[in-house]
């Protein structure tokens, strides 16, 4: 699906989002396997969480949709009839492979073209120190045929950051026998850590170490996702970017593993302010106003580069646009994400006359550049499609968005809502 985006003048209104990706696949697992009931209110409606509840209610999970939330009747996992389709959801599949790992029965876990060439060693190497019996093609990618085992915990030291394999780890720790450690080289968002606290695991987190418990007798609850953030992103980006812009985004997750994003958007000179925060089932929520701003550039790297990988397409955006440009480094995890996310950009960004200059680790965007109207390919990937819709906003005349529909994958309102808030 082809969708033009014409130049606009301001991004204006007040709108809330669907729960958080990240948030609602932990949720979405931990409900199927808690005892008793769970109501999960906001959960998101992108694809990929719904692959996520597709594989649970085929492991035997009750799942059931009412008045915008998702009730789950949780327990034991049964052997599924078929292979198991994570779609295009690396979540799904690492995470879920951690508890398939322990299960009394063999599965198969497979999913799009984007998600069989993504590198699945990173999850096989600690889920076999733990016991796992795992064949994966070429020894490396999907599909996984995982046969269930006994597992017993380890201590393991993550050689990169990702919270999908952290989670992975722990959510097998869950079923294993003795405590699961995991170190972190640098903090990833801690939801599953949250999680698994509010199903009643019993979790100690001292700086980048995790040690979970064993022996976690996990029960249904009942929790709302709060809206992700990560695609609050485009709309903050595009509200900052157009002249007359301002914005109101209700019950947006902040949790600190994640907004790092508001932190570096003020730090190049965003108008953002947060409001009304509260906590809910252990993560905080609250409310953003973002108005129209000249911002300046600015560089990611290190440990910051984990903290904001899902937002870098937007952000290169606005890094394009400001006065002295954006640099981004440390970021090979982009190579390796739904797309080559550094080709993706590099090459949206050509398309609109963009001057970009990208190495195996990262990118520099110049300040102060135009976006010309252009056919841009979202090569499937929905952060790509959403982050080139946002750069249309800003071009000299309308641009086509080839393969917008991949935006479905997290965020299938997008174009819609957009088109209530734009004013051209
Ligand atoms: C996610 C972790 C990150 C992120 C992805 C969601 C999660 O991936 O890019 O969109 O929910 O744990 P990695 O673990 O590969 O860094």
Redesign the pocket.
């Known amino acids: 699906m082809r969708e033009t985006i014409s130049p606009a003048r301001a991004i204006e209104g007040v709108i809330t989002l669907p729960g958080d ?2 948030i609602s ?1 932990r949720y979405g697992m931990l409900a199927s396997i808690a005892a008793g009931r769970s109501t999960i209110a906001n959960y998101s409606t992108g694809a990929d969480c719904q692959s996520t509840l597709a594989c649970m209610a085929a492991l035997g999970a009750k799942i059931e949709r009412k008045e915008g939330s998702v009730i789950i009747e949780g327990g034991a996992l049964r052997e599924p009839a078929a292979m198991l389709d994570a779609g295009n959801s ?2 799904t599949i690492r995470m879920l492979s951690g508890i398939l790992a322990a299960q009394e029965f063999t599965s198969r876990i497979g999913g799009d073209e984007s998600l069989s060439r993504r590198p699945m060693a990173r999850i096989i190497g600690p889920l076999s120190e733990m016991g796992a019996k795992i064949e994966a093609r070429d020894g490396k990618f999907p599909p996984l045929t995982i046969e269930g085992r006994p597992l017993h915990g380890i201590d393991y030291q993550l050689p990169m ?5 952290k ?1 992975c780890v722990l959510l097998a720790g869950l079923f294993a026998k003795g405590d699961t450690i995991v170190r972190e080289p640098v903090r ?2 801690d ?1 599953t850590e949250i999680a698994l606290r509010e199903f009643g695991a019993e979790i100690d987190i001292e700086k980048r170490v995790i040690h979970l418990h064993a022996g976690a007798r996990l029960s249904g609850r009942e929790l709302v996702a709060p809206g992700d953030l990560s695609s609050a992103c485009f709309f903050l980006v595009a509200a900052i970017l157009l002249k007359e812009s301002s914005l109101v985004i209700h019950g947006v997750g902040l949790n600190p593993t994640r907004s790092a994003l508001l932190d570096f958007l003020v730090s190049m000179g965003a108008k953002i302010t947060v409001l009304d925060v509260q906590q809910v089932g252990g993560e905080l929520i609250g409310d953003l106003r973002v108005q129209s701003s000249a911002v300046t550039g600015g560089v990611i790297e290190g440990a910051l580069t984990a903290a904001l ?2 937002e870098i397409p937007a952000l290169a955006v606005l890094g394009a646009a400001s006065s002295n440009g954006l640099t981004v480094r440390d970021a090979g ?1 982009l190579r390796i ?1 739904e797309t080559d996310r550094i080709a993706t950009i590099e090459a949206g960004f050509r398309q609109m006359g963009v001057k970009i200059e990208t190495n195996p680790e990262g990118f520099h965007v110049p300040g102060r550049q135009s976006f010309h109207a252009a056919e841009i390919d979202s090569a499937g990937d929905h952060r790509i499609a959403m982050a080139f819709a946002v750069a249309a906003l800003a071009a000299d005349g309308p641009c086509a968005i080839e393969g917008a529909e991949s935006a479905n994958v997290s965020f299938p309102e997008f174009f819609d809502t957009l088109l209530q808030i734009v004013r051209t």
């Open positions: 990706k990240s696949h690396g979540s950051p990702s919270a999908q394999v989670s990833t968002r939801h990988i899902d995890e994400k």
